[in-house]
């Protein structure tokens, strides 16, 4: 049997949900399951179909599904159980059926309205306390240094990963707005029904303006899916060529000769990816098999679509380093910024190529700096 799948209104605009399934069937689709953001359809011959909605108030550890004799009663009433989701009950009945309506004095209505009302203001209550405490978590160890951090980091990954959070931002933005206009919406509705004013079963075509927005956040989020999406499939992981590649120094070229080894299980290896704001390598390099004497290399090199965001970049680099210290700046010929902590860090920047440095001890940091502005002269 064929069968159709359809986005349905929110389960807050319990009139849009109504009127939603009444054209449904008047189109010839009538209502066989609601999911939970579409809803399941059969063909049928179109007619004239009044469906309602029934919010169950369950008390605590109470089932949320009405029993036996609660459907029993609709039933007797003339109204057909059809499905049930979270706290909504769908009954439909033929149009001239006589079937009345579930409520006489929407007062009654609105006192089934406060667990949803309840459920849709503090919706996000958990995802929120879950956040709150994992930055607290990270405050307790990092102290003062857990916001410039996570300022950083987030930066860095702005730079590396623009679509994924852009992606991100805008569907949380999509969902803030949905969780806005779902609590206007059932409040208003609930504040009505206690001023004695009934449900609209049948409103017009309204909230023009949030469904434009809706819509359009949706649409942001896709596309920058999609590019996310380009981005990982084209994504190069690799082992170190043998010829350099790129931007990145080999250790061969600070004159440390050897085969690319590894060192605590880490492979030298190279990652090559390409987002809407940098092109980034990013490489590990060991000498020798094991050796924690031997020479090491981690590089992350950016070559930037804006060299104006090349100082933020360098001070999110400085801020996330791994061996935390005070950078200085170092002056080094055909290099337009150079900061160092003395030993095991280097932050450079040369027009619109920056780069992250860590290195092993043994290293000279005049000498990779050296390298690097021929390198990228």
């Known amino acids: 049997m064929k069968h159709k799948y359809r986005f349905h209104p929110s389960e807050y605009a319990l009139g849009e949900n109504e009127q939603f399934y009444s054209d449904m069937e008047a189109a010839g689709w ?3 399951k609601r999911g939970e953001n579409l809803s399941k359809f059969e063909p049928k011959e179109p007619g004239q179909v009044r469906y309602r909605i029934e919010v169950s108030a369950p008390g605590f550890l109470e089932e949320a599904n009405l029993s036996e004799g609660q459907l029993a009663v609709f039933a007797d009433c003339g109204w057909e159980y059809v499905d049930s989701r979270g706290l909504l009950h769908i009954f439909r009945s033929p149009a001239g059926s006589g079937a009345p309506e579930f409520y006489t004095d929407p007062r009654q209505q609105a006192a089934t309205l406060k667990k949803l009302k309840r459920n849709c203001i503090w919706g996000w209550t958990p995802a929120v306390f879950m956040l709150l405490f994992q930055w607290s978590m990270g ?3 990092q102290g003062e240094r857990f916001w410039p951090k996570f300022t950083a980091q987030f930066y860095r990954s702005w730079i590396e990963h623009t679509a994924i ?6 569907l949380l933005a999509w969902g803030l707005v949905l969780w806005i206009h ?22 017009k075509n309204r909230h023009l303006i949030f469904k434009a927005v809706h819509r359009s956040l949706l649409a942001v989020a896709a596309v920058f899916i999609v590019l996310a999406a380009g981005q990982l499939f084209t994504t190069v992981f690799s082992d170190l060529p043998e010829t350099p590649e790129g931007p990145c120094l080999r250790l061969r070229e600070l004159g440390w000769e050897g085969e690319p080894g590894s060192f605590m299980g880490k492979d030298s290896s190279a990652v090559f990816s390409r987002s809407l704001l940098a092109d980034h390598w990013d490489t590990v390099e060991y000498l020798g098999e094991e050796n924690s004497l031997a020479p090491w290399i981690y590089q992350d090199v950016y070559r930037l679509r804006d060299p104006s965001m090349a100082e933020a970049l360098a001070r ?10 005070d950078f200085q700046p170092l002056e080094i010929e055909g290099l337009d910024a150079v900061w160092t902590t003395g030993g095991l860090e280097l932050v450079v920047i040369k027009g619109e190529l920056v780069a992250g440095i860590t290195y092993q001890s043994d290293l000279d940091p005049a000498a990779i700096c050296k390298a690097l502005a021929e390198k990228w002269a």
Request: charged content about 20%; some cysteine; glycine content about 4%.
């Open 30 to 32: 009538r209502l066989v």
């Open 139 to 141: 405050f307790a160890m």
């Open 165 to 170: 959070l852009a992606a991100c931002c805008a």
């Open 182 to 203: 779902d609590t206007w919406q059932i409040s208003r509705t609930y504040y009505r029904m206690k001023k004695g004013q009934p449900l609209d079963h049948n409103p």
């Open 316 to 325: 999110a680099l400085m801020t996330d380093a791994t061996f935390y210290g």
